[in-house]
């Protein structure tokens, strides 16, 4: 699993200049994920956020039950916010830098997800070593 | 999320009596994840294992990248083995106690979804709380 293997689009909204219309912009792809199925992810690098505002979309989205950790080249940080199928995914290179920080609508962040060419890969080493002589 | 949820038929499997043959029975269910995309779990409490053979097979299925943990009532621990693919998913009570102990074989274990029911109410909650005065 790495960033490259995502494939939905990060969406680009240099027009959200605050916190209140970022989770306007949420509440409306969370309302095309219910209807629709539609996925999708927000760069949060790409918004011209305050730390102060950064703190309080933190503070307004909450945390909630799920929190997920993958540890590849670099680590990968996810919770599920207050609100369900809404994701914090903070990804960081190997000196622990941020290198994308993504809000996820999601039933669960793609990342998460065993890729099928892993799993292939996986399956072969499990049937390679159940064939060996003990 | 809770283990109501889970709508995947738990497999019992009285009939495996070593961690060679539950390997193989990964294997097989793994085969058919890969080509047919189909999910399942294995009851690994209704096993006959000894608690040496339960640490055998930790050791065979090894650790992968992905990590995951869920706060409700109980705890639940959740992590890809060195299989892509399998993951081991432990529920506990609120006591600590081991109330499921299961390998799951899925992209993604059911549990981790945001459910449509939960989904749903968030957004009645996100869009409660953008229509409210400040």
Redesign the interface.
């Known amino acids: ?1 790495s960033l490259d293997d995502i494939s939905i689009k990060v969406a680009d909204l240099h027009s959200i200049g605050s916190v ?1 219309a970022l ?2 912009e ?2 409306t792809r ?2 095309r ?2 209807a629709i199925g539609e996925t999708s992810m927000i760069d949060l690098k790409s918004l011209p956020f305050s730390p102060d505002e950064y703190e309080g979309l933190r503070t ?1 989205l909450g945390r909630g ?8 080249i670099g680590d990968s940080e996810l919770y ?1 916010t ?5 994701w914090w995914v903070t990804h960081y290179n190997v000196e622990g830098d941020v290198v994308a920080d993504l809000l996820e609508i ?3 962040p793609a990342i ?5 060419e ?6 072969e ?3 390679h ?2 064939v060996q002589p003990k």
Chains 1, 2 share one sequence.
Do not use: C, K, W
Request: zero cysteines; hydrophobic letters at 45%; glycine letters at 4%.
């Open positions: 699993m209140d989770l306007n949420i509440s969370l309302a994920f219910v307004s039950e799920a929190s997920a950790r993958l540890e590849t599920e207050h609100y369900p199928g809404v999601a039933a669960v998460l997800h065993s890729q099928p892993d799993v292939r890969d996986g399956l080493r499990l049937q070593m159940l």
